[in-house]
Each structure stands twice: as structure tokens, then as C-alpha cells.
């Protein structure tokens, strides 16, 4: 199989299994998703995150201040299959909770998928924030 293209099946499962360990604050769950030299870009963060340890270290201070993930809900799939390669694209509503203090947010995420040996895990993530008069149900 490693020699094998991506289908959306594969990609679908790895997506599902990266937003349930965010969803529940699985840190080595969630980060065992990504390559090591993989890349975020936040559009709460100043920068990009050039490497997984750089997020991670993000994340330890999120955990540190209290935080933690209550519930995230993935709508609006999208896989475009490239390959060992693949971009998966949805809308997520995102509710964190610090200190007792909810906030939910509502952003479309785009992943890149690529496939080594037989492990699939991702190489990129890039979060951007639904505009503010986009509709609830379509958000896309």
C-alpha cells in the first residue's frame, strides 16, 4: 500500500482522527498527527510556526494558562486528492474554555495530508476565521 494513492476514505480517517484528539485535548494524540517539520499558520498568531516542536510549545502554554478544548464540531469536508498527497478542507466551530470562560470560534481549516510509508499524517495546517456575516449553515 505505501506505493498506493491517497483516497478520500484514507484521508477522511486521518482528518477525523487529528479533529477527535483535538476535540479532546489528547496533546500526544493530537500532535502524533503531524510531522515533525510541519508548518501552521494561525490567524491568531503574530507568525508561523515553522516546525511541530515550535507548536507544541504553543500548546503546553495554552495548557498551562488552563486551556482546553470543549468541543469542536468539523462540517463541510472537502479531500482533493494529489497523489501520496492530499488537501482536506472544512469549516470548524471551535469552543475552548480558560479558567471557566468559554469562547467559541468559527474558521476554516485547510490541511495537507501526505502519506509516508504507511502512515499518514499532516504536513500543514492553516486556519483562517469565517467572515463575520458569512451564514451559520453554509460558512464556506
Do not use: K
Amino acid at each position: 500500500m505505501p506505493n498506493e494513492n491517497l483516497t478520500d476514505e484514507d484521508v477522511l480517517a486521518a482528518a477525523t482522527a487529528l479533529v477527535d484528539a483535538f476535540r479532546a485535548t489528547d496533546t500526544r494524540a493530537y500532535f502524533g498527527s503531524f510531522t515533525e517539520d510541519a508548518t501552521f499558520v494561525f490567524h491568531t498568531e503574530s507568525r508561523r510556526l515553522d516546525s511541530r516542536a515550535a507548536y507544541e510549545q504553543l500548546w503546553a502554554g495554552w495548557l498551562a494558562d488552563g486551556w482546553r478544548v470543549t468541543e469542536c464540531i468539523s462540517s463541510n469536508p472537502r479531500v482533493q486528492l494529489l497523489g501520496d498527497t492530499a488537501v482536506f478542507t472544512h469549516d470548524v466551530t471551535t469552543t475552548t474554555a480558560v479558567g471557566g470562560v468559554s469562547d467559541t470560534t468559527r474558521e476554516r481549516e485547510t490541511i495537507v495530508f501526505r502519506r509516508s510509508g504507511t502512515t499518514l499524517r499532516a504536513v500543514h495546517e492553516h486556519l483562517s476565521p469565517v467572515p463575520a456575516d458569512a451564514p451559520e449553515e453554509s460558512a464556506s
